[in-house]
C-alpha cells in the first residue's frame, strides 16, 4: 500500500536501477568471454550479449540480458554435440585452423576441392581426414561420432561476481524514493 500510494516514483527508481544492473552485467559477461571464461576467436559470442528492453507488469520489472547465438548455451552450461546429418562431426586440426583457432575451410570443401587447403587430393584413415600433396600428408579434420564440451560458465559467473552490487542498487533505489515521498 505504501507503495503504491507513491506513485510511479517507486517504479521509476527500481526500473532506473534495472536499466543500469542490465548494463553493468552485459560488461561483465562479456569481460568473461574476451578469455577469461572462454577463449575469444571470433568475438561473435561476446558481440551478440545484449540487453533486453524492461518487461513490467503492474507487480513486476524484470531487465534480462542474453544472446541468440546457437552455442551459447552449451558453452555456458556443456553437453554432448552429435553428428545429425552425417556419421561424424568433423573437427579441425591445426593445419585447418587460423592462428586464432577458426576453421579456415569446412571438410566438405576440402573434400570437394583440395585445392582451397592447398592439397591436391584428400583421404580417409584411422578416423582423421588428410591432405595430400604430392608426398606430404596432412591431418585436416579428425571425425568423432559426437563430442562433450565442459561447462564454462560465463552468464552465471558474472550474475554471481554482480549480485551484490545488483542488489544494492536495487536497495538504494527504493530507499532513495522512499525518502523522497516522505
Not at 571464461?37 to 550479449?49: P, Y
Not at 524484470?62 to 547465438?69: D, R
Not at 587447403?117 to 585436416?140: C, D, E, H, V
Amino acid at each position: 500500500a505504501k507503495f503504491e500510494s507513491l506513485g510511479g516514483k517507486v517504479r521509476d527508481k527500481v526500473r532506473d536501477a534495472v536499466v543500469a544492473s542490465q548494463y553493468i552485467l552485459r560488461e561483465a559477461i562479456q569481460r568473461l568471454l574476451s578469455g577469461e571464461a572462454l577463449k575469444n576467436r571470433t568475438g561473435n559470442l561476446e558481440r551478440s550479449i545484449t540487453v533486453a528492453p524492461v518487461e513490467e507488469t503492474a507487480t513486476t520489472i524484470i531487465g534480462a540480458v542474453g544472446t541468440n547465438e546457437i552455442y551459447a548455451r552449451i558453452q555456458e552450461l556443456g553437453g554432448t554435440i552429435s553428428a545429425k546429418n552425417a556419421a561424424n562431426l568433423t573437427i579441425p586440426l591445426d593445419a585447418a585452423l587460423t592462428p586464432s583457432g577458426v576453421a579456415r575451410f569446412s571438410a566438405r570443401e576440402v573434400i570437394d576441392n583440395p585445392s582451397v587447403a592447398g592439397m591436391t587430393g584428400t583421404f580417409f584413415a584411422k578416423s582423421i581426414l588428410f591432405g595430400k600433396n604430392g608426398s606430404a600428408i596432412t591431418p585436416l579434420f579428425l571425425l568423432k561420432p559426437s563430442v562433450t564440451l565442459p561447462a564454462r560458465p560465463y552468464m552465471s559467473r558474472a550474475l554471481e561476481e554482480q549480485r551484490g552490487a545488483i542488489e544494492q542498487r536495487l536497495s538504494n533505489a527504493l530507499s532513495q524514493a522512499m525518502r523522497e515521498a516522505q
